[in-house]
């Protein structure tokens, strides 16, 4: 059955440790997703404002990437839904993170925000620089793939049901 398009985005810079989980989880997805209808999934790195294409084509998008939520444990995996994603100036959740908040912002002016938006991610151990993520933050990177792969059969469920 035909479903809606899914973009799962992929953010962070594989410099910092943990600043790198939204990148190194890809693979994982892009191997559990194979046979899956639909799914578009972009490694973004840090690439600002060059993601608004792919941010404003996407009806249903999932952001994954380090989220600083403070005062939690090292490896908690944060979902933050819709409105909960910062979108504006200020608040900044990771090392890159404020240019990707201009990206949301200015899908919002253009009124070409996705119908439906989640941000999974995991509180870093370290953004220090290394090119690998923390062990504490690798051993997570299983439960994180299953979170997002549960959203996208909500979403599918959703709209097969629909």
């Not at 900044?92 to 991610?121: C, D, N, T, W």
């Not at 504490?136 to 792969?149: A, C, S």
Request: hydrophobic share 45%; glycine share 10%.
């Amino acid at each position: 059955m035909m479903t809606k398009k899914i973009t799962i985005l992929g953010i962070g810079n594989t410099l910092f440790s943990d600043e790198g989980v939204g990148i190194h989880l890809l693979p994982l997805l892009e191997e559990a997703l194979k046979d899956y209808e639909n799914i578009e999934i972009i490694e973004g790195l840090t690439d600002g404002m060059r993601l608004l294409g792919p941010v404003e084509d996407a009806e249903n998008l999932i952001i994954i990437d380090a989220i600083n939520a403070g005062g939690v444990e090292p490896g908690t995996i944060i979902t933050l839904v819709g409105d909960e994603i910062p979108a504006y100036f200020g608040i900044k959740m990771s090392v890159h993170q404020l240019g990707f908040q201009e990206v949301l912002m200015a899908a919002k002016m253009r009124e070409r925000y996705p119908k439906q938006i989640v941000m999974f991610g995991m509180q870093p151990s370290s953004l220090e620089l290394g090119v690998e993520l923390t062990e504490t933050n690798k051993k997570k990177l299983g439960e994180l793939r299953d979170v997002v792969i549960n959203q996208v059969n909500a979403w599918r469920a959703a709209y097969e049901t629909a």
